[in-house]
């Protein structure tokens, strides 16, 4: 691992934008590494795009160690993040160290769970121990069926809430945080208000760094995606050079337009 959350966070203190995309298996995760990504993703999304389901919400502990072992086989130079799975960190903080392990024992360097103000404990146990934790707050999609479905979040009243739950989880000692599809605006003040990196999926162009699903940069979901989502095979002669122009793309602050931002 050549990228560590050092890195990551002079990056965010240069004004060079993060890159990270999601990777499931051997073959991806070498690839999208040797194009230079800072960092891969084992997100539980795995549940919708390599199992089919219609949420991650059915994705295991076992389900995600087992693709995170898959990418730490391909990847050598990038920072792999591990994603705790619905039901494998919200019982207590010690279950949430224990399931933390396992991604690690996988291969995950660093975790990320979903929620803010309330995983604040958790954050904090987890960090105690050694272990470098990245929240995500905004969409949670784990609460997809509490939320009513895959919608923007902290507009009016709740952007207040959101901005609490970015500055607690950089108190408890997160490295970093997911912000998924908020207002550009929000995010933007978020991500100058925190010390530590912003990674936007449908967050806009100013958060610290961005994050897609590889199903959907490289436009092979057959389900609807997402608005924020862009399709990098378009005028792209192979998946590397799609790979590669989203980095670009990124770092040139190109990627994402206003047309795949909220306001
Ligand atoms: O599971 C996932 O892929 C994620 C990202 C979309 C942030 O959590
Ligand atoms: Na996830």
């Given at each position: 691992?050549?990228?560590?959350?050092?890195?990551?966070?002079?990056?965010?203190?240069?004004g060079?934008?993060?890159?990270?995309?999601?990777?499931?298996?051997?073959?991806?995760?070498?690839?999208?590494?040797?194009?230079?990504?800072?960092?891969?993703?084992?997100?539980?999304?795995?549940?919708?795009?390599?199992?089919?389901?219609?949420?991650?919400?059915?994705?295991?502990?076992?389900?995600?160690?087992?693709?995170?072992?898959?990418?730490?086989?391909?990847?050598?130079?990038?920072?792999?993040?591990?994603?705790?799975?619905?039901?494998?960190?919200?019982?207590?903080?010690?279950?949430?160290?224990?399931?933390?392990?396992t991604?690690?024992?996988?291969?995950?360097?660093?975790?990320?769970?979903?929620?803010?103000?309330?995983?604040?404990?958790?954050?904090r146990?987890?960090?105690?121990?050694?272990?470098?934790?990245?929240?995500?707050?905004?969409?949670?999609?784990?609460?997809?069926?509490?939320?009513?479905?895959?919608?923007?979040?902290?507009?009016?009243?709740?952007?207040q809430?959101?901005?609490d739950?970015?500055?607690?989880?950089?108190?408890?000692?997160?490295?970093?945080?997911?912000?998924?599809?908020?207002?550009?605006?929000?995010?933007?003040?978020?991500?100058?208000?925190?010390?530590?990196?912003?990674?936007?999926?449908?967050?806009?162009?100013?958060?610290?760094?961005?994050?897609?699903?590889?199903?959907?940069?490289?436009?092979?979901?057959?389900?609807?995606?997402?608005?924020?989502?862009?399709?990098?095979?378009?005028?792209?002669?192979?998946?590397?050079?799609?790979?590669?122009?989203?980095?670009?793309?990124?770092?040139?602050?190109?990627?994402?337009?206003?047309?795949?931002?909220?306001?």
């Amino acid at each position: 691992m050549a990228v560590t959350v050092t890195t990551m966070q002079k990056m965010k203190q240069a004004g060079d934008k993060i890159t990270w995309l999601t990777a499931y298996d051997y073959s991806f995760a070498s690839l999208i590494d040797n194009a230079g990504i800072d960092a891969i993703l084992v997100g539980d999304s795995l549940g919708m795009v390599m199992q089919g389901h219609a949420t991650p919400v059915p994705v295991t502990l076992e389900d995600a160690a087992y693709h995170t072992a898959c990418v730490a086989r391909g990847a050598s130079n990038c920072m792999i993040v591990g994603d705790l799975p619905f039901g494998s960190y919200q019982v207590s903080k010690e279950q949430a160290y224990q399931s933390a392990v396992t991604l690690m024992q996988a291969g995950a360097h660093t975790i990320k769970l979903e929620g803010g103000e309330l995983q604040v404990e958790t954050i904090r146990f987890l960090v105690e121990r050694g272990i470098a934790v990245c929240a995500h707050i905004g969409l949670t999609p784990q609460s997809v069926h509490q939320l009513g479905g895959f919608k923007v979040q902290g507009r009016g009243d709740a952007a207040q809430q959101l901005i609490d739950d970015a500055v607690k989880v950089e108190q408890a000692g997160a490295f970093a945080v997911v912000l998924e599809a908020v207002p550009a605006a929000l995010a933007k003040q978020i991500s100058e208000r925190l010390s530590i990196p912003t990674i936007g999926i449908g967050a806009g162009v100013d958060c610290d760094g961005q994050v897609l699903v590889l199903q959907d940069m490289i436009g092979i979901y057959p389900k609807k995606s997402p608005k924020f989502c862009k399709n990098f095979m378009y005028g792209s002669a192979s998946i590397e050079a799609a790979i590669e122009r989203y980095i670009k793309e990124v770092k040139d602050r190109d990627f994402p337009a206003l047309e795949h931002s909220f306001s």
